[in-house]
């Protein structure tokens, strides 16, 4: 070869991994741009953008690097206007809604994909517009009529652009990209016991602001003094204000200010009925400015832990659980609409529950508004999930936001009384330094719910078959979560198994069971069948009785939920088969057993 040949070769090979990592480098990297959360979206004007969009499978990411070729609804002169990527030629996938389970050609895939479709808007003056996402899973794109508007980054927590500049009179063209490739540096990591459904799991709106509307707002009772209601608004702009907080059913009206920063912060006497699992009273609650009035529905509660107890409106109670993924009723898939969240939470009130641990993720709104009107406590959580890079700043910096979305969309809920930052970490000094960071950062956003992580690791001292919980990071959580696994993943004289600690905390199991397939019957000794797992739960209850420091219990796990780690071809065929309930909506033995417990309980 000649020379020059050999350098021009070289010189251009590389200088085009130049281009394709500089392509790429959106996608590295902290990309996070979506804006400070709008929250009370039901009570806004929208427009919904749920429905059918088109879509193009995109497993080698071309479309980031050839941009012209893609419709993305830009304005391309005729001549140039070479689309290879025809969006109205394509397939076509329901949003909200996962794409796993509604093409059998994608169930398994993973990666990107693009979204797209048109809506027509008739603009109106002195109004302000932005796009909401509920979530989609994981990385998000979004492009109005050929514009990059932004992206995000976390599978489970909503986001929104304001797109007024981009927005058009009439017809619009929006394309979203969802990546839901696992990385080491996401949260979570490479490695989940659940499905990485991917796409946009929930309901995008088209949101019609005031201007300088008011973004977000909270009202709870104050824990240091339950005679008040403490709280704060923002609006979306650094403005003084007069605004109006009333709440009709307490004939309560009080004027407040905002100020120059755009924040009214308050405290006002006030005497509500208290909401509980056996009263869940909601009250409405307007705010209003001189451009914007709020609707919203809140209870008034305190939750605290002291000593070994949990103390809801300042009275001992025992957290009856039941831990749930947000997973569809009957066949699967992320769960997209109310009933299918009125379904899983009605199974755990036939229950006898009156909590749930709403794991691993934080689930859509539907769940925890919906608990709120039900009377069930709530312990919502974060991804951080295992094994985390903890020394990686970008898996910090995208764990925190997370934890800032889930606590501003729902820091009104009154069914919400645990905020957990973490499930089953290994302990070490990264790891807890981490996760003391997340625990700083949510006394920050939430002082008034308590704080918690799901622990695993105990030291156990088989001669005295007991456990001992001695992990440093439950110095800083109010909780002692414990999950444990007595009976399934080892340890067989569960009902005699005891528990020590020096922490002066409540315990919660926050997870213990064992899998069974519903229908195979047989012998308690015999593993898969209903039997083996009733045991199992029945050997729970006399543990439990012997634990005087405990007050709660999340068993593992409400449904039978897909798992790419389960793949016994008989038992389980990807699908984690712990669950009281199956994937069909049947309750196995393990059910009745359960709800016998909390019924006396
Ligand atoms: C755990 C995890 C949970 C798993 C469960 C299991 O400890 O927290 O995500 O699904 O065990 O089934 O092994």
Not at 207 to 225: A, C, G, H, P
Not at 381 to 399: C, F, G, K, R, T
Not at 424 to 449: H, M, Y
Request: charged content about 25%; some cysteine.
């Amino acid at each position: 070869m000649l020379k020059t040949e050999s350098f021009l070769k070289t010189y251009f090979l590389s200088l085009n991994s130049v281009f394709f990592l500089l392509a790429l480098l959106p996608q590295i990297g902290f990309t996070q741009t979506s804006e400070p959360l709008i929250t009370s979206i039901s009570a806004r004007n929208s427009i919904s953008l749920d429905g059918t969009w088109n879509y193009i499978v995109d497993p080698y990411k071309t479309g980031f690097r050839d941009s012209k070729r893609y419709d993305f609804g830009q304005e391309t002169p005729e001549e140039e206007a070479f689309v290879e990527y025809k969006f109205q030629a394509g397939n076509t996938l329901k949003v909200p809604g996962d794409w796993n389970t509604q093409k059998e050609e994608i169930f398994y895939y993973e990666g990107l994909l693009w979204y797209q479709r048109t809506f027509q808007v008739n603009k109106k003056n002195n109004k302000e517009y932005a796009l909401y996402f509920g979530a989609a899973n994981y990385k998000t794109t979004v492009f109005l009529n050929g514009s990059k508007i932004g992206s995000h980054e976390g599978g489970f927590t909503p986001f929104n652009f304001n797109v007024t500049a981009k927005l058009r009179e009439g017809k619009n063209h929006i394309v979203v990209a969802v990546d839901n490739e696992r990385r080491p540096e996401y949260v979570p990591t490479l490695k989940t016991d659940w499905w990485n459904y991917g796409g946009i799991t929930r309901s995008v709106k088209l949101l019609e602001l005031n201007t300088s509307y008011i973004r977000t707002f909270k009202v709870q009772l104050d824990i240091e003094d339950p005679d008040y209601l403490k709280g704060f608004v923002h609006l979306s702009d650094s403005l003084e204000e007069n605004l109006t907080l009333r709440i009709p059913e307490l004939n309560l009206s009080k004027k407040l200010k905002t100020n120059e920063s755009g924040v009214a912060e308050f405290s006002i006497k006030a005497k509500p009925q208290r909401w509980s699992p056996e009263n869940p009273k909601l009250y409405e609650v307007l705010i209003s400015s001189t451009h914007d009035t709020l609707k919203e529905t809140i209870g008034f509660r305190t939750i605290e832990a002291k000593d070994t107890e949990i103390l809801l409106n300042g009275k001992s109670i025992f957290l009856k659980g039941i831990s749930i993924h947000e997973e569809a009723p009957f066949d699967g898939g992320r769960v997209y609409n109310e009933d299918q969240a009125k379904q899983l939470l009605t199974w755990a009130k036939e229950l006898n529950a009156n909590y749930v641990r709403l794991a691993h993720y934080p689930h859509n709104e539907a769940m925890v508004r919906e608990a709120d009107r039900m009377g069930l406590l709530v312990w919502s959580e974060i991804p951080v999930y295992w094994d985390i890079l903890w020394e990686n700043s970008h898996s910090y910096q995208v764990a925190e936001q997370m934890l800032t979305e889930m606590i501003t969309r729902d820091q009104n809920r009154a069914s919400v009384i645990i905020w957990s930052v973490a499930n089953e970490t290994p302990q070490g000094e990264a790891r807890t330094d981490f996760l003391k960071k997340l625990i700083t950062k949510t006394k920050e956003l939430d002082d008034d719910r308590l704080i918690s992580a799901a622990l695993h690791e105990v030291r156990y001292d088989r001669e005295e078959n007991t456990k001992y919980i001695e992990d440093e990071l439950a110095n800083y959580v109010d909780l002692l979560s414990i999950n444990n696994y007595c009976g399934w993943y080892g340890g067989s004289d569960c009902q005699n198994l005891k528990w020590a600690t020096n922490f002066n905390k409540p315990m919660i199991m926050s997870e213990y069971g064992g899998g069974s397939l519903q229908g195979l019957n047989g012998s308690v000794d015999e593993r898969w069948t209903e039997e083996f797992q009733a045991e199992i739960y029945r050997q729970h209850v006399k543990m439990f009785n012997k634990i005087p420091f405990l007050a709660g219990v999340s068993p593992w796990i409400l449904k039978d939920f897909r798992s790419p780690l389960r793949m016994h071809a008989t038992y389980q065929n990807y699908w984690n088969r712990k669950g009281l309930i199956s994937d069909r909506g049947i309750k196995k033995k393990a059910f009745y057993i359960l709800q016998d417990f909390y019924k006396t309980k």
